[in-house]
């Protein structure tokens, strides 16, 4: 799959290339920390999953804006940002922070391995804390 991560904390986008590196699912992935870069990277390039952690500013426009929605996880602090993501646009998956490797392991093979008859997304669920 082709990646993207959008992210504000920096120790969230350290985790998640820390964890992504070696995995056979992802065939790249890109790293922003700009919504409005991580748009247009994604609107002039094939990207297949989006890791979106849920407190950048520009998340909804960020999602509204895109000529083809991909797979996506929202990264969150705490399960009431949930609620923040009602009326997204797409079925996504989260992964609650801190979380471990496993978890992160988890949420990318259900993102990798679900296909959609209907739309390029997958079911709502939560990938857990820890």
Do not use: R, W
Not at 91 to 112: G, T
Request: proline share 5%; hydrophobic share 40%; with cysteine.
């Amino acid at each position: 799959m082709n990646s993207i991560t959008i992210f504000n904390d920096m120790y969230t986008g350290m985790l998640i290339k820390e964890f992504s590196d070696g995995m056979d699912c992802l065939t790249s992935m890109e790293y922003f920390s700009n919504a409005m870069d991580a748009i247009k990277y994604v609107n002039e390039n094939p990207v297949d999953l989006i890791l979106l952690e849920l407190h950048l500013p520009e998340f909804m426009g960020l999602i509204q804006s895109l000529k083809k929605i991909p797979k996506i996880i929202i990264i969150i602090s705490d399960l009431p940002s949930v609620y923040k993501a009602s009326g997204f646009p797409c079925e996504v998956e989260y992964l609650i922070k801190p979380f471990s490797k496993e978890k992160f392991d988890v949420a990318l093979h259900k993102a990798h391995n679900y296909k959609s008859i209907n739309s390029n997304s997958f079911p709502i669920g939560f990938a857990g804390k820890n």
